[in-house]
């Protein structure tokens, strides 16, 4: 499998990747994955509503988390059976960092209160451990699960993207750390930021639904 770089992922499928793109459950395992991520959207749209923002803070938390435990465990399994992982552990961490950057990105966009940061660790705290022995157990869900994840992502940051072009969210300078990791041009504003963070939403979408569909066809390494 060929892995891109940190700057190849977003520019690479800017224009190419589909962003009106849905998994249909193909049984019962998909169809619990799309419930449960269907159920954390209601308690995120309750909560943010439309201070995007915000939510983008909060939810790229618990977005880093599942690349790294999947790159973890999956490091394990490949030293446990002497066996190449076919480039999956490098895709899942490469995938960690990419959300983390988006977190450092919205934090100084968002500006999160005391309270914020407090539900971030809270959030982390459930989501990491809940999310773990979901992929230790039932690593064709966990993939599943974040396939969802990142489909309600790219539609969260595509209201958010309608938002700023209606006037509701200000159109502000893009800060440096965006700049420098998007290669963006110097008079970059929060537009272009969220235009390339939904784009690698959409990458990470399609990554993890082949995971899943791999694993299904007995095609894990």
């Not at 950057?101 to 100084?108: D, G, K, R, V």
């Not at 940051?157 to 502000?172: F, K, M, P, R, S």
């Amino acid at each position: 499998m060929e892995r891109c770089t940190k700057s190849e992922m977003s520019f690479q499928h800017d224009d190419t990747t589909d962003l009106d793109v849905h998994h249909t459950p193909r049984d019962i395992h998909d169809r619990v994955a799309l419930r449960i991520v269907k159920f954390m959207r209601i308690f995120a749209d309750a909560f943010f509503s439309k201070r995007y923002g915000h939510r983008a803070v909060v939810l790229e938390t618990v977005a880093a988390v599942p690349g790294m435990v999947g790159g973890l465990l999956r490091h394990l399994k490949s030293i446990r059976h002497i066996r190449d992982d076919q480039g999956w552990i490098r895709e899942l961490l490469d995938e960690a960092e990419n959300e983390r950057m988006h977190l450092m990105t919205f934090i100084h966009i968002a500006q999160p209160s005391r309270a914020e940061r407090m539900l971030i660790m809270v959030a982390q705290m459930i989501f990491y451990n809940v999310f773990f022995f979901t992929y230790l157990f039932a690593p064709r869900t966990a993939h599943r699960i974040v396939g969802y994840l990142e489909e309600e992502a790219v539609v969260s940051y595509t209201q958010y993207l309608a938002e700023i072009d209606a006037g509701g969210q200000e159109n502000v300078a893009a800060p440096q750390i965006a700049i420098d990791y998007w290669n963006l041009g110097a008079d970059a504003r929060l537009r272009d930021v969220v235009i390339r963070v939904r784009s690698d939403e959409a990458y990470h979408r399609d990554t993890n639904h082949r995971f899943a569909n791999e694993i299904m066809e007995g095609r894990d390494p």
